[in-house]
């Protein structure tokens, strides 16, 4: 059974954890200084497929079936997935896991989606509910812009702020005997301190994290000190920069074991990213490959793994709207 | 602690049930047949608000903030809220609960939310993850028209086979030690059987829903016969009749006590709605309302609740690809 401990923070009994995962990278992520670790990098950003929503499906198929392969599993050995992407309507993981023909809960979380998705699954695991979940998500650049921003052809230039959506897709397999535990979860509340700027992300989602970290340290009395990494997202290097001074602002320090997926997975000078690396695929690619496996190989024990998102739509940013940021967060650990 | 029975049952103990419900319409759907059944009905479809996406966000906000006062409660007192709508990134659920502070995971299931949201909250409180946790959906007829057809302005035709997207929107609340209880669910999959009419939803849902209440019943070992009712969302008087179709097929026949919400909300003949009412909010509202309140009178007391969903996105549509279509089914009992 779960529990819950202080406001807002479950603590799972230990059952669910993450047993496989695989984390799929596009040619500019391959590139880049942990292109090494993907479990499969496409050189060809289309996937040989006619579109770019088309190619972005491509990568959760082929997240899902290397995920198959990886645990020696059949379709039907998965109860349910959890999924999620940033394109309208999540068409990425509705047109890339059709074909498996697995139970679907479609998941909405913006770039926090990896995070929430594992989270759901681990507690589907918990209760009973299935005895294998999968968690995936997905991002890609080209569809990301069009959809977001401008059409890529239209070659507009990039703020200081803006940061790169990574194409890539991450997907995990959550069961019961996995000696990679989530240990405890703290879902996210909307944070909005009333960014306006759609180019600067990391500054709309910063807030949001400092919020479910504080809450998670409260909840459970626990420190920096107690973690060998505290993983954010996608909040880049502007994003983290304003998470730590929130956070030094209410006592709390974590500059020290702090790292982001959107700084990590980009050569930020060298790669002209700007302020790092977002999107759904971000964390998704980076914990699902390099962070899994650092705790496979026990170099990492504890870890806090937190997954930020930004919940507007060129819509409601038309309409004058502030950008809503959430934040999930998982405890990890490797026994 | 939840059970898996068959090859895509869950068997929850009993502990999760609804304790309270909120039913939300707009003034077509207060002309119709379960006008006098909804809490709230606004008479300005534009909710006083600037644009008709706000106005979906005010449908979310009234329906969870008077859930909380006829449950005697503050904001504080919900763990988790699991909400969603159709509109892209899901801002209505964003913008609509941003201002409540409780911690949320957004839900993507298209028509299908009023179901997914109910089960996986229910998970969450067999789990113990959490002890109350709120299902929340919307949709909204001109926020929807404009983003997946036309805007409303160009006055464009409808299809005989068109539905009719309720201003509507649902919550309940899920806690222990209500008599309203979440028995078993049945987690859809997706099932696209090639339909590319954007125009007939009904058809593209149907199948889905077919397979869905197919495998329940198989897992279950139960027939339609064991049901007060068998309630579909929002296949409409199209897709009622082909689920029919494809359920006799397989010698399954439920016609006797079939209902479907998108055909309960309106005079079909009378409020020129040609197929019926389809949205989130249809289901939403109508099962957070009417049928609700006759589990609530023991008029009912074991339901089969199956809401479907479309997982297109106009974008998908334009780039040549049929319509997935999804069905998850929830097993009430009134005790």
Avoid at 133 to 154: D, G, K, M, N
Avoid at 288 to 307: K, T, V
Wanted: with cysteine.
């Amino acid at each position: 059974m779960a529990k819950r401990i202080g406001e807002a923070t479950i603590e799972l009994s230990g059952k669910a954890g993450i047993s496989q995962s695989v984390g799929i990278a596009g040619s500019k992520e391959l590139a880049g200084p942990l292109g090494q670790y993907f479990d499969i990098a496409f050189k060809d950003d289309k996937l040989g497929q006619e579109t770019w929503e088309k190619a972005e499906s491509t990568l959760q198929t082929t997240a899902v079936k290397t995920l198959l392969k990886k645990a020696e599993l059949m379709e039907g050995d998965i109860d349910v997935i959890f999924a999620g992407d940033l394109l309208n309507q999540c068409i990425s993981s509705t047109f890339g896991l059709r074909e498996l023909g697995i139970p679907l809960y479609g998941q909405y979380g913006a770039c926090s989606t990896m995070a929430q998705t594992i989270a759901v699954a681990s507690v589907f695991v918990e209760s009973g509910a299935a005895n294998r979940a999968a968690a995936v998500t997905s991002s890609h650049f080209c569809s990301a812009e069009r959809q977001f921003r401008l059409p890529i052809e239209y070659g507009g230039q990039r703020t200081p702020t803006a940061q790169w959506t990574v194409t890539g897709a991450g997907a995990a397999l959550i069961e019961t005997d996995s000696q990679i535990k989530v240990k405890h979860l703290t879902t996210g509340r909307i944070v909005d301190l009333s960014v306006k700027d759609a180019t600067n992300m990391g500054a709309a989602m910063a807030p949001a994290a400092a919020d479910t970290i504080f809450r998670y340290l409260r909840d459970t009395g626990t420190t920096a000190f107690d973690y060998d990494l505290i993983l954010t997202g996608d909040l880049g290097k502007i994003g983290s920069e304003l998470l730590c001074q929130l956070l030094q602002r209410q006592g709390i320090e974590i500059g020290f074991n702090h790292q982001d997926c959107g700084c990590l997975i980009y050569d930020i000078e060298g790669q002209d990213v700007h302020a790092g690396g977002s999107g759904c695929g971000c964390c998704g690619s980076v914990f699902c490959s390099y962070i899994m496996q650092r705790l496979q190989r026990r170099e990492l024990n504890h870890i806090l793994f937190i997954a930020t998102g930004a919940l507007m739509s060129p819509t409601s940013s038309q309409q004058g709207e502030s950008i809503p940021g959430i934040a999930h967060l998982l405890h990890i650990t490797a026994e």
